[in-house]
């Protein structure tokens, strides 16, 4: 895929892509590392953001992922 230039990839996917990746650094600031719930809370704000496109996006295996 990114031996062409340029790369595309459909809005949905990437954010849903984004949202996981969000999901998982999230973890970092749980109460057993750095006990940051605030920081927590904020990137699950944002991956729950990034959600909403994959949501409403006509591909039901994105939309499935993303519920």
Do not use: W, Y
Not at 12 to 20: K, P, Q, T, Y
Not at 30 to 53: Q, S
């Amino acid at each position: 895929m990114f031996k062409t230039s340029p790369v595309e990839a459909p809005r949905h996917v990437f954010l849903l892509g984004l949202a996981d990746t969000l999901i998982e650094q999230s973890t970092l600031f749980d109460r057993r590392r750095l006990n940051e719930p605030d920081k927590k809370k904020i990137l699950l704000d944002l991956a729950a953001d990034c959600l909403k496109p994959a949501v409403e996006a006509s591909d039901d295996a994105s939309k499935k992922r993303a519920e």
